[in-house]
């Protein structure tokens, strides 16, 4: 069992590098759709001719898909560092203030940025053959030799159960997130971190699903005891990506000779940079100080557009704001809308969010979380952070709206809602509620592009956020408050965490013992 001492050394640190799953498997309840006795819908309902313009409005228009196609064809990926990521921060500050939003601001935040280079990986034994790579964000530069071990799935015990054999050798494993039937999501960085562990000189990342070619996603990380993404850093060893298909192949290679001896160069480098989180207010009548806020990351990873993975649910924030101020601007507290900037390398932008709002964060009645909201993978359920007492006001309004959605409870750590969590604030998701380890399909990869979206699901996400905030702010009491530091840990220390915690204080202790000064990281 992992002492709640422990616990409190990851406050800073589970960001998007850990990316586990859920510390819990959700409790789900599908809402009641039969009417109550002889009341009409307007009895039901009170907020019915609002909602009705806000749907007849969204449903009506295609704003959220003209917003999409922008922010995807004309700035690109907008990861962080590029000039697609300052010209999407503008697009956004420019649309809520078209749409009559109070308060609408950038925030810049500085941090350790990546700049993608060359990367080559030569088989030079037993064959001489060129394999197409990406590297993984946050990898540093390299000129490496060496043999390949064959990790499979990369289930964690099997890092210890073979570090003889991983030491000195270059890893390769591949995307599967429930490596021999996990019951948690098994991130990228947790393999490449317990491959550093057991001494591996460079990781390679295999994409488990065909067709999609390599898949990306950041390997650099802060320390677990780090209280400030500044401390983010640059991974010790390299990390690339390739295809299932040539994955397969060095299988196949070290199948017949035993041993497979590759080159690998990289030309990536790390750099102070500026992101910028985008801001915009409805103000609030009778209760200013109270606060409902919704939220997305706009960055995107730089090999694709992010259409699904993060701008369908970008967009849907940008479709909730317009919505609200055309047909709700007088509400009873203020709804605070959110575009983060870098999630993608490890909740940068929310977490700075965060630390720099700490006196205001008491008077969050609650963040909706609404990364990939618009995909057509998400079923566009609600899932709460563990807030029971909120359970039967989901399930009143799902019935009150007239529209079905799950309510779950669990607590998943791979978002822009984790900082909040982290700080006591009441706090979930728009995301399936029935837990799914099948992985990422076509996210992180080049094919996460605008034709995987339609508008309909931009439109179910837009809608839904707005009522459910427009519930929100207009409830007289609100019967939840922010926990404090002790609550949240608590939450935590439970059994379907233990392994987790377990590696990541063993990897801080590795990253302290072996860090040197100087360099990017």
């Known amino acids: 069992m992992v002492a709640l001492a422990n616990l409190r050394q990851v406050k800073h640190g589970l960001t998007d590098d850990l990316l586990t799953g859920r510390v819990r498997t959700p409790v789900i309840k599908q809402p009641e759709t039969r009417g109550k006795g002889k009341e009409t819908m307007s009895q039901q309902n009170p907020l019915l001719s609002i909602d009705q313009q806000i749907v007849g409005d969204a449903y009506t228009s295609t704003d959220a898909m003209d917003n999409l196609i922008i922010l995807c064809d004309d700035f690109g990926s907008r990861f962080g560092g590029t000039e697609g990521e300052r010209q999407a921060a503008e697009f956004f500050k420019a649309k809520l203030e078209e749409y009559g939003l109070g308060n609408v601001h950038l925030e810049p935040v500085e941090y350790l940025g990546w700049t993608r280079g060359e990367a080559s990986l030569e088989i030079v034994s037993p064959v001489q053959k060129a394999i197409p790579c990406i590297s993984l964000p946050h990898s540093p530069p390299t000129d490496l030799e060496g043999v390949i071990l064959d990790m499979g799935d990369g289930a964690p015990k099997d890092f210890d159960q073979r570090a003889g054999e991983i030491q000195g050798k270059i890893v390769m494993t591949n995307s599967v997130v429930s490596p021999k039937g996990s019951r948690r999501w098994i991130h990228r960085s947790e393999k490449y971190g317990r491959s550093l562990m057991a001494g591996a000189t460079g990781f390679i990342y295999v994409n488990h699903y065909a067709g999609y070619g390599p898949v990306t996603g950041g390997i650099g990380r802060a320390s677990s005891s780090s209280a400030h993404h500044k401390d983010n850093r640059e991974g010790p060893i390299p990390g690339i990506s390739i295809c299932k298909e040539d994955?397969?192949?060095?299988?196949?290679?070290?199948?017949?000779?035993?041993?497979?001896?590759?080159?690998?160069?990289?030309?990536?480098?790390?750099?102070?940079?500026?992101?910028?989180?985008?801001?915009?207010?409805?103000?609030?009548?009778?209760?200013?100080?109270?606060?409902?806020?919704?939220?997305?990351?706009?960055?995107?990873?730089?090999?694709?557009?992010?259409?699904?993975?993060?701008?369908?649910?970008?967009?849907?924030?940008?479709?909730?704001?317009?919505?609200?101020?055309?047909?709700?601007?007088?509400?009873?507290?203020?709804?605070?809308?959110?575009?983060?900037?870098?999630?993608?390398?490890?909740?940068?932008?929310?977490?700075?969010?965060?630390?720099?709002?700490?006196?205001?964060?008491?008077?969050?009645?609650?963040?909706?979380?609404?990364?990939?909201?618009?995909?057509?993978?998400?079923?566009?359920?609600?899932?709460?952070?563990?807030?029971?007492?909120?359970?039967?006001?989901?399930?009143?309004?799902?019935?009150?709206?007239?529209?079905?959605?799950?309510?779950?409870?669990?607590?998943?750590?791979?978002?822009?809602?984790?900082?909040?969590?982290?700080?006591g604030v009441p706090t979930g998701g728009m995301e399936s509620a029935g837990m799914s380890l099948s992985g990422r399909g076509y996210g992180h990869t080049q094919w996460d592009t605008v034709d995987k979206v339609d508008l309909t699901g931009l439109r179910e996400a837009s809608t839904l956020a707005a009522r459910l905030a427009l519930r929100m702010a207009s409830e007289e009491t609100w019967p939840v408050t922010r926990r404090d530091e002790e609550t949240v840990f608590e939450l935590l220390d439970r059994p379907e965490y233990w392994e987790e915690q377990e590696y990541r204080e063993r990897l801080d202790a590795f990253l302290e013992k072996s860090r040197s000064p100087g360099g990017c990281g």
Request: charge should be negative; include cysteine.
């Open 247 to 423: 994955g397969a192949f060095i299988q196949r290679l070290m199948k017949g000779a035993g041993e497979v001896s590759i080159h690998l160069t990289t030309t990536d480098r790390c750099q102070p940079m500026t992101s910028w989180n985008v801001i915009g207010d409805l103000p609030g009548q009778q209760y200013p100080d109270q606060i409902v806020m919704l939220g997305c990351h706009y960055d995107g990873h730089d090999i694709s557009q992010g259409a699904a993975d993060p701008a369908s649910g970008a967009v849907s924030v940008l479709e909730a704001a317009r919505v609200l101020a055309k047909y709700a601007p007088h509400l009873p507290c203020p709804v605070r809308f959110a575009l983060w900037g870098i999630e993608e390398i490890g909740l940068v932008g929310s977490r700075e969010y965060v630390q720099a709002h700490a006196d205001e964060l008491s008077n969050i009645r609650f963040y909706l979380n609404m990364d990939s909201a618009g995909a057509k993978s998400n079923a566009r359920d609600i899932v709460l952070n563990e807030w029971p007492d909120l359970q039967p006001y989901l399930e009143r309004w799902s019935e009150e709206m007239a529209l079905v959605f799950a309510v779950g409870q669990s607590v998943a750590v791979h978002s822009d809602h984790f900082p909040f969590f982290m700080a």
